[in-house]
């Protein structure tokens, strides 16, 4: 969020080394790594890029939503119905249609949501949230109910790519390669997002709304749209998780799970540009290592979120670059 | 007008146990300006210890005395409060309300694993108590008796709580705070105690709802989570921080729900966050909103 003073926008050349390097590792990591490591990583990707779109909310805009399941969970479900009601199988058409879908469903609660902020957005978020996940858990002749709707392994690039091989070496391998893909757009559109004058005016808007309303911000139409590119990418983060996950079930859209995107953010540190793609997947580690090792992940995940707001409010991130200042500290002066 | 009356009873019945919970949260925005999402779990909470206490004491004592051991529900919920107040939310009042809800998001979490871990993943009942009073004919309709006795347990929860807040030396304390912490700290008033006090109320009134639901429910995992969102649709109709709100949040919920059940049961949860959704848009603090 905050590139070197004077050049606001541009990358430092620690940065595009920094860049560079995990791109590398990021390509490289399905030849390294076992079928599974790459199938969590790739989990992470999918929860960074929902992460990225939350962030434009809570740390650009100052709006902490506690409903984002509800895109999250449209991404998922529109793709799961087009395939059991259309027998449609191309992956692009379900990304078309999952963040067409979530940024429509964003942008008509957003009409409602943007009017508040604070505690009453947060609600106001949450109970939108709700009604979407008691349809899909009320609706089982439409939804599956309880039991979700399973969704086969997709074909890719407009069926150049059939998913022949076995489902394991397809996720660990081309599915892979087309999450991280979709990632690295959605990384460089949101950076294009916040850097430009609609970011700055979120920023101004989040420091002080009264002062940006002064300055010809018109508020609460840049919330609305804020709201509904960040429902967008959350909704493709939905549609990329479906496949797989193979199995799309009310879970997603249920209130505990919007909490825990709000964990990532948090986790990795809202007050940066990175932050949350590195809480996403620290995230990830942590509760697939937390599930398999104990039954009762959840406390070992609350009182990491515990520790985190108590000592290290400013998330992985803000930490890490607070270490670095310290570090270099010496050698400025 | 059979079916009527115990669609009412019914109604009453499901309000008052949202009351409990509800009033609780509500009394500690109020006071504190802290939407607790752990609310939920210390009602679950509540619930299990009032079914571990009365599982063990049900061979033993009279049937009477197993209504007072319900007690015990409300007070854990109470003990857990006054214990939780003052380590971790107390350090967090001078910093942003995210944070504050992130504390009791992790609390949350870890309450529910707290009870997965003491009583184990299957459900705890202890029905007995409900089964003593077996049903009682009212204008010619019979109605299981356990339920009447909730629906008192409510009604007496709400005139004790009126009377607490409104005419008592303390609930003066506690709406001077409200109103404006830094003046009733100028005055003289503990600040830090009435958090806790409130706060520990606030939890009495969950572990209370739980206890009392308990012997027809039995206590579940997940149940908080369920009930804390329910709570939070009362709260939003009512207003937040409202005592009247609660209540009367808890009665259009509790009859809502029950007209659902019998009419629209596939959309009865959307039409209830529906209605959340519009006296939010309409009225954004709720019906009974103080400025």
Known sequence: ?333 | MDTLLIQTLNSLFYASILFLIASGLSLVYGVMRIVNMAHGNLYAFGAYVAAWVVGLATDRLHWTLLFVLLLSGALAAAAAGALLEPTLLRPLYTRAEEYQLLMTFGLLLILEDVMRLVWGPHPLTASAVSDTLASMSIMGVTYPAYNLFVIVVGGVAAVALWAFVYRTRFGVMLRATSQDMRMASALGINVKRVYVQAFTLGCFMAGLGGAVVMPISGAVLGMGIDALILAFVVVVIGGLGSLEGALVGALIVGFVRTLGITYFAEIELAVLYLIAAVVLFVRPAGLFARA
């Open chain 1, 1 to 333: 969020m905050s590139p070197a003073p004077g050049r606001p926008g541009l990358l430092t050349p620690l940065e595009l080394v920094g860049i560079l390097t995990v791109a590398v590792v990021l390509v490289a990591v399905p030849f390294v790594a076992a079928p599974f490591q790459t199938i969590t990583l790739c989990y992470g990707l999918v929860f960074a890029i929902a992460a990225l779109g939350f962030n434009l909310l809570l740390g650009y805009t100052g709006l902490l939503s506690f409903g984002h399941s509800a895109y999250f969970g449209t991404g998922a479900y529109v793709t799961a119905l087009l395939v059991k009601y259309l027998g449609w199988t191309s992956m692009e058409a379900f990304v078309v249609a999952g963040i067409v879908t979530s940024a429509a469903v964003a942008g008509l609660f957003g009409l409602v949501c943007v009017r508040y902020t604070r505690i009453f957005f947060g609600i106001l978020t949450l109970a939108l949230s709700q009604v979407l996940w008691s349809l899909a858990l009320k609706l089982f002749w439409v939804t599956g109910g309880t039991d979700g709707l399973r969704v086969p392994t997709p074909r890719l690039f407009l069926g150049a790519l059939t998913p022949a091989e076995d489902k394991l070496a397809f996720l660990a391998y081309r599915y892979y390669y087309y999450v991280l893909f979709l990632f690295g757009i959605s990384v460089a559109v949101m950076w294009l997002v916040v850097h430009s004058p609609f970011g700055k005016a979120l920023q101004a808007i989040r420091d002080n709304e009264t002062r940006a309303e002064f300055v010809g911000v018109q508020v609460r139409r840049y919330r609305w749209i804020a709201f509904v590119v960040s429902g967008a990418f959350t909704g493709l983060a939905g549609t990329l998780w479906v496949p797989l996950n193979g199995l799309t079930t009310p879970d997603v859209l249920y209130w505990p799970f919007s909490g825990r995107i709000v964990f990532f953010v948090v986790l990795g540190g809202f007050k940066t540009f990175w932050g949350p793609i590195l809480g996403a997947l620290a995230y990830n580690y942590l509760e697939t290592y937390a599930v398999g090792f104990t039954v009762y992940w959840q406390l070992v995940l609350g009182i990491v979120l515990v520790l985190l707001v108590l000592t290290m409010p400013q998330g992985l991130a803000g930490t890490l670059d607070a270490l670095i200042r310290r570090w270099r500290k010496p050698a400025l002066t």
